[in-house]
């Protein structure tokens, strides 16, 4: 049978349309943070985290598990720009200036230092630049990048 209406086509496939419940849950999180944190030092390690977890959710997660050259889960120093994948310190040797470093709290967990936050938001806006924030979704890089500058401002 035929009907009247227009025809009925599959929801849409762009992530605008998909409800993405873990990066609202998350991003709830880390705002909480943010509000309750007595400085950035307590919430900006979860700001990096979330980077990571949107990255994942929308199909552009890195692969931290073990090195991508050696195969090893030991040891991981580094993440290739390329791939999106673990690289460990002995197989990055004489290449850590093409590598992007991986910062031990994302591994691990815990605490991170500074120099350490700093080194997950280039490895995150790295993969958001070139995955998520592309063509018309670029905008929000420019207000990350302020965001990240001011930080750099607060601790130095």
């Known amino acids: 049978m035929r009907s009247n209406g227009p025809p009925r086509w599959p929801p849409p496939l762009s992530p605008e349309a998909q409800p993405y419940p873990q990066i609202h ?10 509000e309750s944190a007595p400085s950035a030092r307590g919430w900006a390690a979860a700001l990096v985290r979330y980077e990571l977890l949107v990255l994942a959710e929308l199909g552009f997660g890195l692969d931290l598990d073990r090195c991508v050259a ?3 889960e030991d040891d ?15 197989a990055a040797f004489g ?29 995150t806006g790295h993969f ?6 592309v063509d018309r979704r670029a905008d929000p890089l420019a207000a990350r990048d302020r965001l ?5 401002r607060a601790v130095a």
């Open 25 to 34: 849950d998350a991003l709830d999180g880390v705002l909480g943070a943010i």
């Open 70 to 72: 050696t195969g090893t």
């Open 76 to 90: 991981l120093g580094f993440v290739s720009p390329k791939s999106g994948a673990a690289v460990s310190r002995g």
């Open 95 to 123: 290449y850590e200036s093409k590598l992007l470093r991986l910062p031990d709290f994302l591994l691990a967990g815990g605490e991170a230092a500074w120099p350490d936050i700093f080194d997950g938001l280039r490895l």
């Open 128 to 133: 958001l630049a070139r995955d998520i924030l």
């Open 148 to 152: 990240v500058d001011r930080l750099k």
